[in-house]
T-cell receptor, first 119, second 115 residues
Framework: AQTVTQSQPEMSVQEAETVTLSCTYDTSESNYYLFWYKQPPSRQMILVIRQEAYKQQNATENRFSVNFQKAAKSFSLKISDSQLGDTAMYFC????????????????FGTGTRLTIIP | EPEVTQTPSHQVTQMGQEVILRCVPISNHLYFYWYRQILGQKVEFLVSFYNNEISEKSEIFDDQFSVERPDGSNFTLKIRSTKLEDSAMYFCASNPDRVGVRPQHFGDGTRLSIL
Protein backbone atom coordinates (compact mmCIF):
# COMPACT_ATOMS: atom_id res chain seq x y z
CA ALA A 1 0.00 0.00 0.00
CA GLN A 2 1.08 3.52 -0.71
CA THR A 3 1.49 6.17 1.97
CA VAL A 4 1.86 9.91 1.58
CA THR A 5 3.34 12.08 4.31
CA GLN A 6 3.13 15.84 4.67
CA SER A 7 5.17 16.85 7.68
CA GLN A 8 4.16 20.51 7.83
CA PRO A 9 0.63 20.88 9.22
CA GLU A 10 0.70 24.65 8.89
CA MET A 11 2.80 27.29 7.17
CA SER A 12 2.53 31.00 6.66
CA VAL A 13 4.40 33.39 4.41
CA GLN A 14 4.27 37.02 3.47
CA GLU A 15 2.57 37.94 0.23
CA ALA A 16 4.96 37.93 -2.76
CA GLU A 17 7.42 35.60 -1.05
CA THR A 18 8.24 32.06 -2.09
CA VAL A 19 7.14 29.05 -0.08
CA THR A 20 7.90 25.35 -0.37
CA LEU A 21 5.59 22.62 0.86
CA SER A 22 7.04 19.19 1.55
CA CYS A 23 5.71 15.78 0.64
CA THR A 24 7.23 12.33 0.86
CA TYR A 25 5.70 9.06 -0.19
CA ASP A 26 6.32 5.39 0.06
CA THR A 27 5.61 2.93 -2.73
CA SER A 28 7.03 -0.13 -4.39
CA GLU A 29 5.58 0.94 -7.73
CA SER A 30 7.82 2.24 -10.48
CA ASN A 31 5.12 3.88 -12.60
CA TYR A 32 2.92 6.40 -10.87
CA TYR A 33 1.65 9.95 -10.80
CA LEU A 34 1.96 12.58 -8.10
CA PHE A 35 -0.32 15.54 -7.64
CA TRP A 36 -0.81 18.62 -5.57
CA TYR A 37 -4.40 19.61 -4.90
CA LYS A 38 -5.50 22.91 -3.39
CA GLN A 39 -8.53 23.14 -1.12
CA PRO A 40 -9.59 26.73 -0.37
CA PRO A 41 -12.07 27.53 2.43
CA SER A 42 -14.90 26.70 0.02
CA ARG A 43 -13.57 23.11 0.26
CA GLN A 44 -13.42 22.48 -3.47
CA MET A 45 -10.58 20.20 -4.60
CA ILE A 46 -8.57 21.95 -7.29
CA LEU A 47 -5.71 20.29 -9.13
CA VAL A 48 -2.62 22.50 -8.97
CA ILE A 49 0.05 20.42 -10.67
CA ARG A 50 0.92 16.85 -11.57
CA GLN A 51 4.10 14.90 -12.20
CA GLU A 52 4.54 11.64 -14.03
CA ALA A 53 7.16 9.52 -12.28
CA TYR A 54 8.81 8.46 -15.53
CA LYS A 55 9.57 12.08 -16.41
CA GLN A 56 12.79 13.48 -15.03
CA GLN A 57 11.85 17.08 -15.76
CA ASN A 58 10.06 18.82 -12.93
CA ALA A 59 6.56 20.02 -13.73
CA THR A 60 5.74 23.72 -13.70
CA GLU A 61 2.45 25.60 -13.94
CA ASN A 62 2.91 29.35 -13.89
CA ARG A 63 3.92 30.25 -10.29
CA PHE A 64 3.78 26.61 -9.16
CA SER A 65 6.61 24.17 -9.61
CA VAL A 66 7.68 20.91 -8.08
CA ASN A 67 10.96 19.38 -7.01
CA PHE A 68 10.56 15.69 -7.74
CA GLN A 69 13.28 13.46 -6.32
CA LYS A 70 12.30 9.92 -7.30
CA ALA A 71 15.09 8.12 -5.48
CA ALA A 72 14.31 10.00 -2.29
CA LYS A 73 10.56 9.65 -2.86
CA SER A 74 10.12 13.34 -2.35
CA PHE A 75 7.74 15.69 -4.13
CA SER A 76 7.76 19.27 -2.88
CA LEU A 77 5.66 22.15 -4.18
CA LYS A 78 7.14 25.60 -4.63
CA ILE A 79 4.85 28.61 -4.89
CA SER A 80 6.58 31.71 -6.18
CA ASP A 81 5.32 35.28 -5.77
CA SER A 82 2.65 34.05 -3.39
CA GLN A 83 -0.75 35.70 -3.53
CA LEU A 84 -3.57 36.04 -1.02
CA GLY A 85 -5.65 33.67 -3.14
CA ASP A 86 -3.10 30.94 -2.50
CA THR A 87 -4.34 30.66 1.08
CA ALA A 88 -5.71 27.12 1.30
CA MET A 89 -5.07 23.57 2.40
CA TYR A 90 -2.67 21.81 0.07
CA PHE A 91 -2.80 18.06 -0.33
CA CYS A 92 -0.17 15.91 -1.92
CA UNK A 93 -1.56 12.79 -3.62
CA UNK A 94 -0.30 9.61 -5.24
CA UNK A 95 -1.84 7.53 -7.98
CA UNK A 96 -0.51 4.28 -9.37
CA UNK A 97 -0.27 4.10 -13.14
CA UNK A 98 -1.65 1.17 -15.08
CA UNK A 99 -0.46 0.79 -18.64
CA UNK A 100 -0.55 4.00 -20.62
CA UNK A 101 -3.67 5.57 -19.16
CA UNK A 102 -4.91 6.63 -15.78
CA UNK A 103 -6.99 3.54 -15.51
CA UNK A 104 -9.13 2.82 -12.57
CA UNK A 105 -6.85 3.91 -9.80
CA UNK A 106 -7.64 5.73 -6.61
CA UNK A 107 -5.81 8.71 -5.21
CA UNK A 108 -4.02 8.38 -1.89
CA PHE A 109 -3.78 11.72 -0.08
CA GLY A 110 -1.49 13.12 2.55
CA THR A 111 -2.83 14.88 5.63
CA GLY A 112 -2.41 18.33 4.13
CA THR A 113 -0.59 21.57 4.84
CA ARG A 114 -2.60 24.65 5.74
CA LEU A 115 -0.95 27.58 3.99
CA THR A 116 -1.72 31.14 4.97
CA ILE A 117 -0.53 34.06 2.90
CA ILE A 118 -0.12 37.15 5.05
CA PRO A 119 -0.87 40.56 3.46
CA GLU B 1 -14.56 23.19 -19.33
CA PRO B 2 -16.93 20.36 -18.35
CA GLU B 3 -17.39 19.87 -14.64
CA VAL B 4 -18.48 17.22 -12.21
CA THR B 5 -21.61 18.42 -10.43
CA GLN B 6 -22.81 17.28 -7.03
CA THR B 7 -26.14 17.81 -5.33
CA PRO B 8 -27.09 18.87 -2.79
CA SER B 9 -24.26 21.09 -1.60
CA HIS B 10 -25.33 20.56 2.01
CA GLN B 11 -27.49 17.75 3.39
CA VAL B 12 -28.71 17.59 6.96
CA THR B 13 -30.13 14.24 8.08
CA GLN B 14 -31.24 12.64 11.30
CA MET B 15 -29.16 9.74 12.55
CA GLY B 16 -30.53 6.43 11.33
CA GLN B 17 -32.06 7.90 8.19
CA GLU B 18 -31.08 6.97 4.67
CA VAL B 19 -29.34 9.56 2.52
CA ILE B 20 -28.51 9.63 -1.18
CA LEU B 21 -25.79 11.88 -2.51
CA ARG B 22 -25.91 12.61 -6.20
CA CYS B 23 -23.22 13.26 -8.74
CA VAL B 24 -23.22 13.91 -12.47
CA PRO B 25 -19.77 13.00 -13.81
CA ILE B 26 -18.35 14.47 -16.98
CA SER B 27 -20.18 12.85 -19.86
CA ASN B 28 -17.40 10.97 -21.63
CA HIS B 29 -15.68 9.75 -18.47
CA LEU B 30 -15.60 6.07 -17.66
CA TYR B 31 -14.31 5.80 -14.08
CA PHE B 32 -16.12 7.18 -11.07
CA TYR B 33 -15.12 7.62 -7.47
CA TRP B 34 -16.38 8.70 -4.09
CA TYR B 35 -14.07 10.18 -1.48
CA ARG B 36 -14.80 11.37 2.04
CA GLN B 37 -13.23 14.10 4.12
CA ILE B 38 -14.08 14.35 7.78
CA LEU B 39 -13.68 17.95 8.93
CA GLY B 40 -10.03 18.79 9.49
CA GLN B 41 -8.77 15.47 8.19
CA LYS B 42 -7.40 14.17 4.93
CA VAL B 43 -9.39 13.05 1.93
CA GLU B 44 -10.03 9.30 2.01
CA PHE B 45 -10.95 6.98 -0.82
CA LEU B 46 -14.29 5.20 -0.46
CA VAL B 47 -15.04 3.42 -3.72
CA SER B 48 -14.31 3.29 -7.42
CA PHE B 49 -16.79 2.24 -10.08
CA TYR B 50 -16.30 1.15 -13.67
CA ASN B 51 -18.47 -0.62 -16.22
CA ASN B 52 -21.42 -0.65 -13.85
CA GLU B 53 -19.68 -2.37 -11.01
CA ILE B 54 -17.47 -1.58 -8.05
CA SER B 55 -13.78 -1.89 -8.92
CA GLU B 56 -12.35 -1.26 -5.49
CA LYS B 57 -13.62 -0.21 -2.10
CA SER B 58 -11.96 0.82 1.12
CA GLU B 59 -12.51 -0.46 4.63
CA ILE B 60 -14.75 2.53 5.24
CA PHE B 61 -17.16 1.39 2.54
CA ASP B 62 -19.08 -1.16 4.59
CA ASP B 63 -22.52 -2.66 4.07
CA GLN B 64 -24.18 0.64 4.94
CA PHE B 65 -22.86 2.15 1.73
CA SER B 66 -23.84 1.46 -1.85
CA VAL B 67 -23.27 3.10 -5.21
CA GLU B 68 -25.05 2.94 -8.50
CA ARG B 69 -25.30 4.61 -11.87
CA PRO B 70 -29.02 4.32 -12.43
CA ASP B 71 -29.49 6.12 -15.72
CA GLY B 72 -26.13 6.50 -17.44
CA SER B 73 -25.58 10.04 -16.22
CA ASN B 74 -26.04 10.14 -12.45
CA PHE B 75 -23.71 8.39 -10.02
CA THR B 76 -25.11 8.05 -6.52
CA LEU B 77 -23.81 7.19 -3.08
CA LYS B 78 -26.37 5.82 -0.64
CA ILE B 79 -25.87 5.50 3.09
CA ARG B 80 -28.62 3.28 4.46
CA SER B 81 -28.66 4.10 8.15
CA THR B 82 -26.56 7.13 8.87
CA LYS B 83 -24.36 7.43 11.95
CA LEU B 84 -22.94 10.54 13.57
CA GLU B 85 -19.49 9.62 12.28
CA ASP B 86 -20.76 9.78 8.70
CA SER B 87 -20.74 13.57 8.99
CA ALA B 88 -18.19 14.67 6.42
CA MET B 89 -17.64 16.26 3.05
CA TYR B 90 -18.25 13.75 0.27
CA PHE B 91 -16.53 14.28 -3.05
CA CYS B 92 -17.37 12.64 -6.33
CA ALA B 93 -14.68 12.39 -9.00
CA SER B 94 -14.43 11.01 -12.50
CA ASN B 95 -11.66 9.98 -14.87
CA PRO B 96 -11.46 9.78 -18.62
CA ASP B 97 -9.80 6.82 -20.28
CA ARG B 98 -7.06 8.48 -22.22
CA VAL B 99 -3.58 9.74 -21.60
CA GLY B 100 -2.66 13.33 -21.09
CA VAL B 101 -5.91 14.51 -19.63
CA ARG B 102 -6.26 16.07 -16.21
CA PRO B 103 -7.11 13.17 -13.96
CA GLN B 104 -9.77 12.82 -11.35
CA HIS B 105 -11.93 15.84 -11.89
CA PHE B 106 -13.56 16.55 -8.54
CA GLY B 107 -17.00 17.93 -7.88
CA ASP B 108 -17.46 20.68 -5.32
CA GLY B 109 -18.59 18.18 -2.69
CA THR B 110 -21.64 17.58 -0.56
CA ARG B 111 -21.40 18.48 3.09
CA LEU B 112 -23.31 15.83 5.04
CA SER B 113 -24.34 16.69 8.58
CA ILE B 114 -25.84 13.95 10.74
CA LEU B 115 -27.82 15.13 13.75
Amino acid sequence: AQTVTQSQPEMSVQEAETVTLSCTYDTSESNYYLFWYKQPPSRQMILVIRQEAYKQQNATENRFSVNFQKAAKSFSLKISDSQLGDTAMYFCAFMKRIGTNFGNEKLTFGTGTRLTIIP
Amino acid sequence: EPEVTQTPSHQVTQMGQEVILRCVPISNHLYFYWYRQILGQKVEFLVSFYNNEISEKSEIFDDQFSVERPDGSNFTLKIRSTKLEDSAMYFCASNPDRVGVRPQHFGDGTRLSIL
